[in-house]
């Protein structure tokens, strides 16, 4: 009895090395995937286009409550505006002859207060580079859930649907290991 049902077990387990048999995407059903990733990416963009903006809207609130709160206070006081016209004074007298030194230097010493009084305190409470990041880590959350979802609509393997979205062929190395996304650093303009 215990041979018979080994011999039954034996022929009912599938040979070791066969490999499944390679599935067969039609291109109109890529068509089809391909206008849901584009889809897909459009509403993942808008989403986090919310959420950065929603976030940038509260640092700019208390960049205005600041600005009200603590520089114009103090950009508008006598001591500081007797400072300022010392200031003017003394970036007149070291000038040399250039023109408009005073009124640039000036500018940047008021930039260096502006930014001391108001951006640094905000950027403790928020971080627009924090928001920038975190935007991009939900688009790219939204991203890959829609991505999933789609293969799974379209019964489409995870191997065939990276090698499509990084539009890479099949290869020997690319079967054996996995392809993942990268998000990489998007630079920002220099200020």
């Known amino acids: 009895m215990l041979a018979v049902v080994l011999v039954l077990a ?5 040979q070791r090395g066969q490999q499944a048999a390679p599935v067969a995407i039609s291109q109109d059903t890529w068509r089809q ?3 849901q990733l584009i889809a897909a990416s459009k509403s993942a963009v808008e989403q ?17 409550e600041r600005t009200e709160v603590e520089f114009i206070p103090w950009f508008s006081s006598y001591w500081t505006q007797e400072w300022l016209a010392v200031k003017v004074s003394w ?14 230097r000036l500018a940047v010493y008021l930039q260096e207060q502006y930014r001391e009084k108001v951006l640094e305190p905000v950027a403790v409470e928020i971080d627009p580079e924090a928001i920038r990041a975190n935007a991009i ?9 829609q991505v999933q979802v ?4 379209h019964r489409i393997p995870s191997e065939l649907m990276n090698r499509r979205l990084h539009g890479t062929r099949p290869s020997a190395s690319a079967r054996q290991r996995r392809v993942t996304l990268r998000c990489t650093r998007w630079s920002t303009p220099n200020r």
Do not use: F, K, N
């Open 10 to 14: 034996g022929c009912a387990t599938p």
């Open 33 to 35: 995937v391909d206008q």
């Open 48 to 64: 986090a286009a919310l959420y950065a903006r929603g976030s940038m809207e509260h640092w700019r609130t208390l960049v205005y």
């Open 91 to 104: 970036y007149a007298a070291s000038a040399e002859g250039e023109t408009d030194s005073s009124a640039r």
């Open 137 to 145: 880590g939900y688009y790219l959350r939204q991203l890959d859930q």
């Open 150 to 153: 789609i293969a799974l609509r």
